[in-house]
Nanobody, 122 residues
């Protein structure tokens, strides 16, 4: 089993930056795919970014503003979010998959964190 714990969410104004962290524990591997998803009230969970090895993939809505990175020594994945917009408001979830293939579908991920709230005011 793998446990994921997110941190770093909060309330910020439009244009601000936040960095989310997700620390993995348990039977984790550096080869695991790590991803970030988000879910706004009344909406489905949507893909934000994922990284496997040296390859990162981003949703079009965050491309150029968000950056995903990993510190395998710390079993931690980060999501640096810049130029935040009110439409980025959501609960952000960290996810891990034992397969290194990059997926954008939530159902493909094996493990999930509890989520961290990000609220961007206009």
């Amino acid at each position: 089993q793998v446990q994921l714990v997110e941190s770093g969410g909060g309330l910020v104004q439009s244009g601000a930056s936040l960095r989310l962290s997700c620390t993995a524990s348990g039977r984790t591997r550096s080869s695991y795919l790590m991803g970030w998803f988000r879910q706004a009230p009344g909406k489905e969970r949507e893909f934000v970014a994922a990284k496997s090895g040296g390859t990162a993939v981003y949703a079009d809505s965050v491309k150029g503003r968000f950056n995903i990175s990993r510190d395998n020594a710390k079993n931690t994945v980060y999501l640096q979010m810049n130029s935040l917009k009110p439409e980025d408001t959501a609960v952000y979830y960290c996810a891990a998959d034992r397969d290194s293939t990059i997926w954008v579908i939530p159902a493909k991920y094996d493990y999930w964190g509890q989520g961290t709230q990000v609220t961007v005011s206009s």
